[in-house]
């Protein structure tokens, strides 16, 4: 799942929960609508809840795509990249196995 352009945040240092951080951040700046949302499900993919976010956090493409890396679609689309602290705590709650809490 990593990529070399990708910064490696010092996830001991990091608190990321799905309830606390992930699920406000995706609902916030991704599954808005005609994004992410159940109906516009851009590419497929959908970040409503625990279930849809592991599927596409799963995917090779997720973090590179936050982090805006050359290659990859920047997410959001048309929208400054999100703030680096937001990130890394969506790349550590990844990291630490995805806890659904």
Not at 70 to 98: N, R, T, Y
């Amino acid at each position: 799942m990593h990529h070399p352009e990708i910064r490696e945040p010092d996830c001991s240092k990091v608190q990321a929960s799905f309830s606390a951080d992930v699920l406000p951040l995706m609902m916030n700046s991704c599954a808005i609508i005609e994004c992410h949302d159940m109906a516009g499900h851009a590419d497929g993919i959908i970040l409503v809840n625990y279930e849809r976010i592991v599927q596409a956090a799963s995917q090779v493409r997720f973090l590179p795509s936050m982090q805006h890396v050359a290659g990859f679609d920047a997410m959001p689309q048309f929208a400054d990249k999100l703030p680096q602290h937001e990130i890394d705590k969506v790349q550590c709650w990844i990291e630490s196995g995805m806890p659904e809490n």
